[in-house]
């Protein structure tokens, strides 16, 4: 009785030490990384329209399969310059998290990965700019990913096609949004235009 | 273990006669995972230096007061103490590294290495030579993580901390996981040789602890 008093008594007082410890950390460290994080999120917005004078603000929340996501309208002197969508796709291992951004005529400007977990060495080739600078210019009906050489479509990485296909649905998901909420007013725009 | 530990020895002891990897053979699979690349070997490295460093200090300060029949949850909740403690200092102030590292920070206190030095050396030792197991435990595991890498990232990249150095991708498979498989053994094999050959050892003999 004696000895499981004791045994009790020494696990309880590390599990409380340690978590005091942690809590700490955790108190001290949660407020930096808190404004890092938001730190980042802008500056990785404010890369995907380096042309934006106006603060770039929050349009919207979207979905898609259950995922909660963000798009932003970035603007120079209130003329919008460029759409910007926070996306994600199903890779090999995981989500591939993203921001595209596309110009106001909805053709993709640029396609930023943020995070991703992917197998290093393989999945993780589509970050390379090789990969990315080929959805630039792109419009909705273009995006899709083939195996061969390609101008028109999207290349697969080889070795990475499971990734390639995540960033792909990912870059298609936020087009289709955007073309959804702004692609009327562009038409309406367009149809100013040629009258 | 006597009074009258020669430190040298025993922080050469976790490089060489008992390197984590090809010696003892523990926590091959982080050892395989995380080696297709130079750069995530060290990085891994590094960071299970500082807290197989750190734990091994806690372990051998509080080895008295730990209750022998509760010892294991006791060190693991310690090895993941430190685990979360770096994960989040990392996370505020070295973003940089963080997110290389983030993916396997956590993983860390699962690794047989760490319990294995705080029950096989650190309950049953002074704070110094602790703390010197710990950093040469550490340091065989860093070195055995980045020649993994060097060996795999160069046969199946062609590259070495990313920087290309060969046309294409002379081996490809070396990166994946099977592999991490070929280098580990081939590398396993080739230390023991070198080691009869040249160091009159017995060679292999994982697990060998005392």
């Known amino acids: 009785m004696k000895d499981m008093l004791k045994i009790t008594l020494s696990l309880v007082a590390i599990f409380v030490v340690a978590g005091l410890i942690m809590g700490l950390t955790y108190r001290y460290t949660y407020p930096v990384r808190f404004q890092a994080e938001k730190k980042e999120k802008d500056e990785a917005l404010k890369e995907m329209a380096p042309d934006a004078t106006d603060p770039i603000k929050v349009a919207g929340n979207w979905s898609a399969d259950n995922k909660p996501y963000e798009y932003y309208e970035a603007t120079a002197g209130g003329k919008p310059v460029a759409y910007i969508a926070s996306t994600a796709g199903k890779g090999y291992s995981s989500f591939i998290k993203m921001l595209v951004s596309f110009s106001p005529d909805l053709r993709i400007r640029d396609v930023k990965i943020l995070g991703h977990e992917e197998t290093p060495g393989l999945g993780d080739q589509v970050e390379d700019k090789s990969f990315l600078d080929q959805f630039k210019g792109k419009s909705l009906d273009q995006i899709k990913l083939v195996k061969v050489e390609t101008k028109e479509n999207i290349q697969a990485v080889s070795g990475a096609t499971y990734s390639s296909r995540g960033v792909t649905k990912g870059v298609k998901d936020a087009a289709q949004l955007l073309i959804d909420k702004y692609g009327a007013g562009i038409k309406s725009a367009m149809r100013e235009v040629t009258k | ?210």
């Open chain 2, 1 to 210: 273990m006597s009074e009258n530990i020669n430190y040298w020895t025993l922080f050469k002891n976790g490089i060489f006669g008992e390197n984590p990897v090809f010696r003892l053979a523990l926590s091959l699979c982080p050892a395989v995972a995380v080696t297709s690349g130079v750069k995530n070997g060290f990085l891994m490295g590094v960071a299970v230096l500082f807290v197989m460093t750190m734990t091994n200090v806690t372990v051998s300060l509080l080895r008295n007061f730990i209750s022998p029949k509760v010892r294991i949850p006791s060190y693991v909740f310690i090895t993941a103490t430190w685990v979360t403690v770096i994960d989040q200092v990392m996370a505020a102030y070295q973003r940089a590294v963080y997110k290389e590292m983030g993916l396997y920070i956590m993983l860390i206190v699962a690794f047989a290495i760490i319990l294995s030095r705080a029950e096989m050396f650190a309950s049953k030792n002074k704070l110094l030579p602790s703390f010197i197991d710990g950093v040469g435990m550490g340091m065989g595991f860093l070195l055995a993580l980045v020649l993994l890498g060097v060996f795999r990232e160069f046969l199946g990249k062609g590259s070495l901390w990313g920087f290309h150095i060969l046309p294409g991708k002379p081996l490809l498979i070396m990166i994946m996981p099977t592999g991490g498989f070929f280098a580990m053994g081939l590398m396993m094999g080739w230390l023991n040789w070198i080691d009869r050959k040249f160091f009159g050892g017995t060679g292999g003999g994982g697990g060998g602890h005392h």
